[in-house]
């Protein structure tokens, strides 16, 4: 099983980024897929989420409006669209595999730094 993030990076505010979650080894169309940030000092967050058909996306208050998650089953990968970012966006960025009752997954993470 893996689920493998990349696309992090370094930002000027205002800018945008694009993360993507490669998905392998496991059935991805049966499991609701989530974004997560973990900034240091800080408790992890729970960023956006999608079902696992796609029909259904969450967002946290934080970046309801600036941030879009998509998923495409075929490819078995989950995106995040990262704009408008703010220095408190700043955070290691990670993907998870959640289901009520099946073994969960993640990912290692991808930095995320917004500075000018």
């Known amino acids: 099983v893996q689920l493998v993030e990349s696309g992090g990076g370094l930002v000027q505010p205002g800018g945008s980024l694009r993360l993507s979650c490669a998905a392998s080894?496991?059935?991805?169309?049966?499991?609701?897929m989530r974004w997560y940030r973990q900034a240091p000092g800080k408790e992890r967050e729970l960023v956006a989420t999608?079902?696992?058909?796609?029909?259904?996306?969450n967002y946290a208050d934080s970046v309801k409006g600036r941030f879009t998650i998509s998923r495409d089953n075929a490819k078995t990968t989950v995106t995040l669209q990262l704009n408008s970012l703010k220095p408190e966006d700043t955070a290691v960025y990670s993907c998870?595999?959640?289901?009520?009752?099946?073994?969960?997954?993640w990912g290692q993470g991808t930095q995320v730094t917004v500075s000018s």
């Open positions: 080894g496991f059935t991805f169309s049966s499991y609701e």
């Open positions: 999608i079902s696992s058909r796609g029909s259904i996306r």
């Open positions: 998870n595999a959640y289901s009520t009752w099946r073994q969960n997954y």
